[in-house]
C-alpha cells in the first residue's frame, strides 16, 4: 500500500505536505508543536486534522503489519495462490483481511474438525465435486464407514461431510462479504423488550430500523438496553437472499446433490454465518457509534474549556445541598481562597433569613461581584435563593449557574487534598466551582477529562480510547492559550506539548527552589527537560516581564531571529514590544508578506503568526470569544408559556439536538429540527458548547421536567 498516496486521498492533502507529516510524526514531534511551529511544511493543517491523519497513519501501519503476519502464515501452510495473494493485498480493512485469513486460521475444535479427524474430507469433496453419473449419497458414504473412527453407518458419514461442507462455505470470503453487503444494504437492526416494566428504553420496546439509516446515539442506546436485559437486540435479513448467496457458488445447476448440499448451506448459514456476521457488523457499527460519542465529547469539550475567564472579579462559590448545607468559598481575582463557610437555605433546615444574612455580609467583606452556583443537588433552590439574595444590588452582582461535573472527583483526589489539606471534600468542591467560573481551562484540566459532563453515553465507551481523544482536545487547548510559567500547575503544564507529568512537576519544583523563571532558557536546567521537549514546550510557555520580551509571546526561540529582523526592517524596537505593536499587521501587508518573509528567512505562515503575536503580546485568544452568560434573577418552571423568546446557554450538544440553559435549573431541548430552517446533518454544524443563543419555548411539561425550545424565529 502506498501510504502517503492512501492519506493523501482521505484526507485532500499534498503529497509533498502528507510526506513532511509522517516525518514530523515519526520523529517524535507533537501535535500542538507541529500545528503551530511547522506551518509552511504542511500547509497550516490545524491540530485535529493532523490527529485525524496521525490516527488513520497508525491504523494502515497496523493493517500493513498484519497482512505480512497473514501471508507468511499461509504461506507456511503451503497454501498461498496469486489469487489469495491479491485478496490479501486488496483488503482496505483489518475486518475484510480476517475474512481472507479465516479458511486459515487454526481453530479450536469444531463439528468439521471431528468429521476431518474421521476421514471424512474426501467424501465432503466429492460431493462437492457433483460430477453427472455420480453415485448416489448413501453409496459413496457406505465407503467411508469406519465404527473405530466413529463412523457407524452411511448416515454418520453424509452427517460428518455435511459439518465439513458447512464450514467451506462459512469460511469462503466472498459469501460473507455478499451476506455483509445485504444487511448493509437491506438488513435492519430491530430490538423487542424482555420486560413488562415501564423503563427509559419503552421506545425500543418493539422496534426497527435499517442498518443503513440509524443513528448513532439509538445504537448506544439498545446496546445499554440489551445489557442491563432490558431488551433482546438482533439484524433482521431476508434469509432467502442470504441462502441464495451462500448456495450459489457451491450448488451446480442440477445437481445430483442440490437437496443435500441445500441442507448443508442452510446449517452453515443459522449456524456458522449469520451469527458471525453479525457480531461482526453490530461489532462495526458500536465502533462506529462510539467514535461519534467521542467525537461529539470532543467538540463539546473544547468550547467548555476555552471559555473565556470572567477576570478581576472576586467571586463566591455555592456548592448546594440539602441536609449538609450549600458550602460557601470565596476567591479573589487570582484564584485564592479568601474565605469559606456553610449556609442552610435549602431544605429541611430553611434557615433562609440567617443564610441571605451571611452572603451580603460576605458580599460587603471582599467586594464580591459574582456567585458561581454549581448544578448538582438542591442547585435549583440554591440558585432562587441567591436570586432572591442579590436582587437588592440592582444587577452589580450577578450569578451563573456553572456545570459541576468532576468536582466531586477532583475534590476527592489526591490533587485536592495536595492544594487544600486544611479544607475537607465539600469545601474543596466550592473552591473548584468558582474556579471554574474564573479560569474553565485551568481548573477543568484538573480533572480527567472524561469526568466532565459534555457528550453522551460516555460510561459504555471505552475508556481507554476516551481518554486519548479527550486529551488531545485539552493538550490543543492549553497550547492554544498558552501557560505562564509561573504560576501554572503541574495539573495545566503536564498538558504543554512536550511536557511529561513528571517533567510538570520537576518544572514547579524548580520554580519553588530558584524562584520565578526569568527566561525560557532556564527551562533547559530543568530535570528531565531535554533538546527534544524544550524544541516542543518552549513557544507554548510564557513568562510575563522576563528578561526577553519575546518570551511572553507564542514566537518560538527558534524563530527570534526572524522577529528581530521583522522589527527591524519595520524600524520598531524592542522597548515597544511591552505595550504591544498594534498596527504591525497591516504594516506587514502593506510591505509585502512574502517579501518581508523571505527577508527574515521564515515562511510566510510563520511571519504572519510572529507579527500577532508582536501586535498583542502574551494575548489570550479566548478574550476574543462571547463571554459567558451572567443573570441577575431567575425563572421558576412554571413561569414559562408557550411562545416566550428567552437567551440561553447551549450547554450540550449531542447527536439529536442541543440542551440550552435558560435559567429555569432544567435545561431546554432544541430538537435537531428545530435548530434552522435549512437542513443540517448535525446539530455542531451550528452550534457549540457556550453559545448565547434565542430560543422560543415550544412546551413545557412540569411532571417529567422536559422543556422543548425551538431557534427558528
Same mark, same amino acid.
Given at each position: 500500500?502506498?501510504?502517503?498516496?492512501?492519506?493523501?486521498?482521505?484526507?485532500?492533502?499534498?503529497?509533498?505536505?502528507?510526506?513532511?507529516?509522517?516525518?514530523?510524526?515519526?520523529?517524535?514531534?507533537?501535535?500542538?508543536?507541529?500545528?503551530?511551529?511547522?506551518?509552511?511544511?504542511?500547509?497550516?493543517?490545524?491540530?485535529?486534522?493532523?490527529?485525524?491523519?496521525?490516527?488513520?497513519?497508525?491504523?494502515?501501519?497496523?493493517?500493513?503489519?498484519?497482512?505480512?503476519?497473514?501471508?507468511?502464515?499461509?504461506t507456511?501452510?503451503?497454501?498461498?495462490?496469486?489469487?489469495?495473494?491479491?485478496?490479501?493485498?486488496?483488503?482496505?480493512?483489518?475486518?475484510?483481511?480476517?475474512d481472507?485469513?479465516?479458511?486459515?486460521?487454526?481453530?479450536?475444535?469444531?463439528?468439521?474438525?471431528?468429521?476431518?479427524?474421521?476421514?471424512?474430507?474426501?467424501?465432503?469433496?466429492?460431493?462437492?465435486?457433483?460430477?453427472?453419473?455420480?453415485?448416489?449419497?448413501?453409496?459413496?458414504?457406505?465407503?467411508?464407514?469406519?465404527?473405530?473412527?466413529?463412523?457407524?453407518?452411511?448416515?454418520?458419514?453424509?452427517?460428518?461431510?455435511?459439518?465439513?461442507?458447512?464450514?467451506?462455505?462459512?469460511?469462503?470470503?466472498?459469501?460473507?462479504?455478499?451476506?455483509?453487503?445485504?444487511?448493509?444494504?437491506?438488513?435492519?437492526?430491530?430490538?423487542?423488550?424482555?420486560?413488562?416494566?415501564?423503563?427509559?428504553?419503552?421506545?425500543?420496546?418493539?422496534?426497527?430500523?435499517?442498518v443503513?439509516?440509524?443513528?448513532?446515539?439509538?445504537?448506544?442506546?439498545?446496546?445499554?438496553?440489551?445489557?442491563?436485559?432490558?431488551?433482546?437486540?438482533?439484524?433482521?435479513?431476508?434469509?432467502?437472499?442470504?441462502?441464495?448467496?451462500?448456495? #450459489? /457458488? @457451491?450448488?451446480? $445447476?442440477?445437481?445430483?446433490?442440490?437437496?443435500?448440499?441445500?441442507? +448443508?448451506?442452510?446449517? %452453515?448459514? &443459522?449456524?456458522?454465518?449469520?451469527p458471525?456476521?453479525?457480531?461482526?457488523?453490530?461489532?462495526?457499527?458500536?465502533?462506529?457509534?462510539?467514535?461519534?460519542?467521542?467525537?461529539?465529547?470532543?467538540?463539546?469539550?473544547?468550547?467548555?474549556?476555552?471559555?473565556?475567564?470572567?477576570?478581576?472579579?472576586?467571586?463566591?462559590?455555592?456548592?448546594?445541598?440539602?441536609?449538609?448545607?450549600?458550602?460557601?468559598?470565596?476567591?479573589?481575582?487570582?484564584?485564592?481562597?479568601?474565605?469559606?463557610?456553610?449556609?442552610?437555605?435549602?431544605?429541611?433546615?430553611?434557615?433562609?433569613?440567617?443564610?441571605?444574612?451571611?452572603?451580603?455580609?460576605?458580599?460587603?467583606?471582599?467586594?464580591?461581584?459574582?456567585?458561581s452556583?454549581?448544578?448538582?443537588?438542591a442547585?435549583?433552590?440554591?440558585?432562587?435563593?441567591?436570586?432572591?439574595?442579590? #436582587? /437588592? @444590588?440592582?444587577? $452589580?452582582?450577578?450569578?451563573?449557574?456553572?456545570?459541576?461535573?468532576? +468536582?466531586?472527583?477532583? %475534590?476527592? &483526589?489526591?490533587?485536592?487534598?495536595?492544594?487544600?489539606?486544611?479544607?475537607?471534600?465539600?469545601?474543596?468542591?466550592?473552591?473548584?466551582?468558582?474556579?471554574?467560573?474564573?479560569?474553565?481551562?485551568?481548573?477543568?484540566?484538573?480533572?480527567?477529562?472524561?469526568?466532565i459532563?459534555?457528550?453522551?453515553?460516555?460510561?459504555?465507551?471505552?475508556?481507554?480510547?476516551?481518554?486519548?481523544?479527550?486529551?488531545?482536545?485539552?493538550?490543543?487547548?492549553?497550547?492554544?492559550?498558552?501557560?505562564?510559567?509561573?504560576?501554572?500547575?503541574?495539573?495545566?503544564?503536564?498538558?504543554?506539548?512536550?511536557?511529561?507529568?513528571?517533567?510538570a512537576?520537576?518544572?514547579?519544583?524548580?520554580?519553588?527552589?530558584?524562584?520565578?523563571?526569568?527566561?525560557?532558557?532556564?527551562?533547559?536546567?530543568?530535570?528531565?527537560?531535554?533538546?527534544?521537549?524544550?524544541?516542543?514546550?518552549?513557544?507554548?510557555?510564557?513568562?510575563?516581564?522576563?528578561?526577553?520580551?519575546?518570551?511572553?509571546?507564542?514566537?518560538?526561540?527558534?524563530?527570534?531571529?526572524?522577529?528581530?529582523?521583522?522589527?527591524?526592517?519595520?524600524?520598531?524596537?524592542?522597548?515597544?514590544l511591552?505595550?504591544?505593536?498594534?498596527?504591525l499587521?497591516?504594516?506587514?501587508?502593506?510591505?509585502?508578506?512574502?517579501?518581508?518573509?523571505?527577508l527574515?528567512?521564515?515562511?510566510?505562515?510563520t511571519?504572519?503568526?510572529?507579527?500577532?503575536?508582536?501586535?498583542?503580546?502574551?494575548?489570550?485568544?479566548?478574550?476574543?470569544?462571547?463571554?459567558?452568560?451572567?443573570?441577575?434573577?431567575?425563572?421558576?418552571?412554571?413561569?414559562?408559556?408557550?411562545?416566550?423568546?428567552?437567551?440561553?446557554?447551549?450547554?450540550?450538544?449531542i447527536?439529536?439536538?442541543?440542551?440550552?440553559?435558560?435559567?429555569?435549573?432544567?435545561?431546554?431541548?432544541?430538537?435537531?429540527?428545530?435548530i434552522?430552517?435549512?437542513?443540517?446533518?448535525?446539530?455542531?454544524e451550528?452550534?457549540?458548547?457556550?453559545?448565547?443563543?434565542?430560543?422560543?419555548?415550544?412546551?413545557?411539561?412540569?411532571?417529567?421536567?422536559?422543556?422543548s425550545l425551538?431557534?427558528?424565529?
Amino acid at each position: 500500500m502506498d501510504l502517503i498516496k492512501t492519506l493523501c486521498a482521505e484526507f485532500s492533502v499534498r503529497a509533498d505536505h502528507m510526506e513532511n507529516i509522517i516525518t514530523l510524526i515519526d520523529d517524535g514531534n507533537t501535535i500542538p508543536f507541529i500545528a503551530r511551529y511547522r506551518k509552511e511544511m504542511h500547509g497550516s493543517c490545524d491540530d485535529q486534522k493532523l490527529r485525524e491523519i496521525a490516527d488513520r497513519l497508525q491504523y494502515l501501519r497496523n493493517l500493513e503489519k498484519k497482512k505480512e503476519d497473514v501471508a507468511a502464515a499461509i504461506t507456511e501452510q503451503g497454501k498461498m495462490t496469486k489469487e489469495i495473494e491479491a485478496s490479501i493485498a486488496g483488503a482496505e480493512t483489518l475486518a475484510a483481511l480476517e475474512d481472507v485469513y479465516r479458511p486459515f486460521r487454526q481453530k479450536r475444535r469444531t463439528r468439521a474438525t471431528v468429521a476431518k479427524e474421521k476421514g471424512l474430507e474426501p467424501l465432503a469433496e466429492t460431493i462437492l465435486k457433483q460430477a453427472k453419473n455420480s453415485a448416489p449419497l448413501e453409496a459413496l458414504a457406505r465407503d467411508f464407514i469406519d465404527p473405530e473412527k466413529g463412523v457407524e453407518s452411511a448416515q454418520d458419514a453424509l452427517a460428518g461431510a455435511a459439518d465439513i461442507i458447512a464450514e467451506t462455505i462459512s469460511d469462503a470470503p466472498e459469501g460473507r462479504r455478499e451476506i455483509k453487503n445485504l444487511i448493509d444494504r437491506r438488513g435492519q437492526v430491530g430490538s423487542s423488550a424482555k420486560t413488562q416494566e415501564d423503563t427509559v428504553y419503552r421506545m425500543y420496546y418493539d422496534y426497527s430500523e435499517p442498518v443503513s439509516k440509524i443513528p448513532p446515539h439509538r445504537i448506544l442506546a439498545i446496546n445499554r438496553g440489551e445489557r442491563e436485559n432490558v431488551l433482546k437486540v438482533g439484524l433482521q435479513i431476508d434469509e432467502e437472499a442470504a441462502l441464495r448467496v451462500l448456495e #450459489r /457458488p @457451491y450448488i451446480k $445447476k442440477d445437481s445430483p446433490y442440490a437437496d443435500y448440499l441445500k441442507a +448443508a448451506a442452510e446449517d %452453515s448459514y &443459522s449456524r456458522l454465518v449469520f451469527p458471525s456476521v453479525e457480531r461482526e457488523i453490530r461489532s462495526d457499527l458500536t465502533e462506529k457509534a462510539e467514535e461519534q460519542a467521542i467525537k461529539m465529547f470532543g467538540q463539546n469539550l473544547k468550547p467548555l474549556l476555552m471559555q473565556p475567564p470572567i477576570k478581576g472579579k472576586t467571586v463566591l462559590a455555592v456548592d448546594p445541598a440539602y441536609r449538609t448545607g450549600c458550602k460557601l468559598a470565596v476567591v479573589d481575582p487570582n484564584g485564592k481562597v479568601l474565605d469559606t463557610g456553610v449556609i442552610y437555605p435549602t431544605p429541611p433546615q430553611n434557615r433562609k433569613e440567617e443564610a441571605a444574612a451571611k452572603v451580603r455580609a460576605l458580599i460587603a467583606k471582599h467586594g464580591i461581584n459574582c456567585v458561581s452556583i454549581g448544578n448538582g443537588t438542591a442547585s435549583k433552590e440554591a440558585e432562587i435563593f441567591i436570586a432572591d439574595t442579590i #436582587r /437588592p @444590588y440592582g444587577g $452589580k452582582v450577578t450569578y451563573m449557574v456553572v456545570n459541576e461535573a468532576g +468536582a466531586s472527583v477532583y %475534590s476527592a &483526589s489526591k490533587l485536592g487534598a495536595q492544594e487544600f489539606p486544611q479544607f475537607d471534600v465539600s469545601l474543596r468542591s466550592a473552591v473548584s466551582i468558582a474556579r471554574r467560573l474564573q479560569d474553565p481551562l485551568s481548573e477543568l484540566v484538573k480533572i480527567g477529562p472524561e469526568s466532565i459532563g459534555v457528550g453522551q453515553y460516555q460510561h459504555d465507551l471505552p475508556q481507554a480510547r476516551l481518554k486519548e481523544s479527550l486529551r488531545g482536545v485539552v493538550e490543543d487547548c492549553v497550547n492554544a492559550v498558552g501557560v505562564d510559567l509561573n504560576t501554572a500547575s503541574p495539573s495545566i503544564l503536564q498538558y504543554v506539548a512536550g511536557v511529561s507529568a513528571s517533567v510538570a512537576k520537576n518544572i514547579v519544583a524548580y520554580r519553588e527552589e530558584n524562584g520565578a523563571f526569568t527566561s525560557r532558557e532556564q527551562l533547559k536546567k530543568v530535570k528531565g527537560l531535554g533538546p527534544k521537549a524544550y524544541e516542543q514546550c518552549a513557544g507554548f510557555l510564557r513568562i510575563p516581564g522576563g528578561k526577553e520580551p519575546l518570551d511572553n509571546t507564542g514566537v518560538h526561540p527558534e524563530s527570534y531571529g526572524a522577529a528581530r529582523k521583522l522589527l527591524s526592517l519595520l524600524h520598531k524596537e524592542d522597548t515597544d514590544l511591552k505595550a504591544g505593536l498594534p498596527g504591525l499587521e497591516e504594516a506587514v501587508r502593506s510591505v509585502g508578506a512574502e517579501k518581508i518573509a523571505l527577508l527574515c528567512g521564515v515562511g510566510v505562515p510563520t511571519l504572519e503568526d510572529i507579527a500577532a503575536e508582536l501586535a498583542k503580546p502574551g494575548r489570550d485568544i479566548r478574550d476574543s470569544l462571547p463571554q459567558p452568560m451572567l443573570r441577575s434573577d431567575v425563572l421558576s418552571m412554571e413561569d414559562l408559556k408557550e411562545g416566550m423568546i428567552l437567551k440561553g446557554t447551549v450547554r450540550n450538544v449531542i447527536d439529536f439536538g442541543a440542551f440550552v440553559d435558560i435559567g429555569v435549573h432544567q435545561d431546554g431541548l432544541v430538537h435537531i429540527s428545530q435548530i434552522t430552517d435549512r437542513y443540517i446533518k448535525h446539530p455542531s454544524e451550528v452550534l457549540k458548547v457556550g453559545d448565547v443563543v434565542e430560543v422560543k419555548v415550544l412546551a413545557v411539561d412540569p411532571a417529567k421536567k422536559r422543556i422543548s425550545l425551538t431557534m427558528k424565529q
